[in-house]
């Protein structure tokens, strides 16, 4: 007999994480970005690698391999035949094909087949500043399949419009977005990062129960003068982590997840500014393990602000 599955028999008090996202070798972007913080807030967190590269794409060039969608039901087919297809959480984020978010949908259904309790996190990363950096037919299959199925979806600007048909033009806007997307499914919708007026907020709404106004609130965040990368990966998985922590104060789960997010990126800063580096010449890679105290007690310094 082989011996008992302890994350399964002995399970953590927050939860079992199955990660579909990106790696990369070198860099904290996708899983990268996610594991390792899930992990320090106290979850099992099982990755599986859409794409493995050599580094992210912003670099001159990257090497690597592409996952499919039959691998990828292969490694639940393996996972289901010991099993081990237990999940309290799924976290997806960057995926590159229609194919491939199909068999994603076809996962969901059987992880529910195990745990119908299962929460789904969905970063439905899509594009950013008006542009769409993933083929255009996944707009559709994201609004009208992965968006119904989903427990929580954290789109920034760009991609709540592409979700709801709806331009976002001010904070009211953001709100109505919000209220569009529960509509769809989500109970929970944070709007990552909205630019109004040059102002830059996140806009959160819980609706706890189907048909009654939500919780909004949102966040006023300083910007920083630079670019990095892996911060919407980090920032979805702070998200989970916090808000199944805090299941019924949405608001509380931002702030924690906005600070830790703050305190890297002002490290990450200082860090490139110590080597004499133009932090506006490139994207800058996020200092990840350096930041774990960050991440694990998080000072909060942003706090939310509810809506009447």
């Not at 099982?46 to 590269?53: A, E, K, T």
């Not at 009208?144 to 427990?151: F, H, I, R, T």
């Amino acid at each position: 007999m082989p011996p008992p599955i302890l994350s399964l028999a002995l399970p953590s008090n927050t939860g079992r994480v199955l990660s579909i996202q990106s790696h990369t070798v070198q860099g904290y972007v996708g899983n990268k970005s996610a594991v390792f913080p899930l992990q320090l807030l106290g979850y099992d967190v099982d990755p599986i690698n859409s794409v493995q590269f050599s580094n992210h794409t912003g670099y001159p060039t990257f090497k690597g391999q592409v996952l499919d969608g039959q691998q990828l039901w292969d490694l639940i087919e393996g996972l289901e035949g010991n099993e081990l297809l237990f999940y309290t959480h799924l976290l997806t984020g960057y995926i590159g094909s229609e194919s491939f978010l199909n068999t994603v949908l076809q996962v969901i259904n059987k992880l529910r087949s195990k745990n119908p309790e299962l929460i789904y996190v969905c970063d439905p990363v899509m594009g950013d500043e008006g542009k769409l950096y993933v083929p255009q037919e996944l707009v559709s299959v994201y609004r009208e399949k992965v968006v119904p199925v989903a427990s929580m979806l954290t789109p920034n600007q760009f991609e709540a419009e592409l979700l709801t048909g709806f331009r976002i033009l001010s904070e009211g806007h953001g709100r109505e977005a919000c209220k569009l997307l529960h509509a769809a499914g989500p109970s929970k919708v944070i709007i990552t990062s909205i630019n109004i007026d040059g102002n830059l907020l996140l806009i959160g709404s819980h609706q706890k129960e189907k048909g009654e106004p939500p919780r909004q609130f949102k966040i006023l965040i300083p910007k920083i003068p630079a670019y990095f990368t892996g911060t919407g990966d980090l920032m979805t998985a702070l998200l989970l982590g916090w808000s199944n922590k805090y299941p019924d104060n949405l608001e509380i789960a931002a702030e924690l997840a906005v600070s830790s997010l703050q305190a890297v990126l002002h490290r990450t800063l200082n860090d490139y500014k110590t080597v004499e580096h133009d932090s506006k010449s490139t994207s800058l890679e996020i200092r990840l393990i350096q930041s774990q105290d960050d991440i694990r007690s998080p000072q909060v310094k942003l706090k939310a602000e509810i809506y009447s």
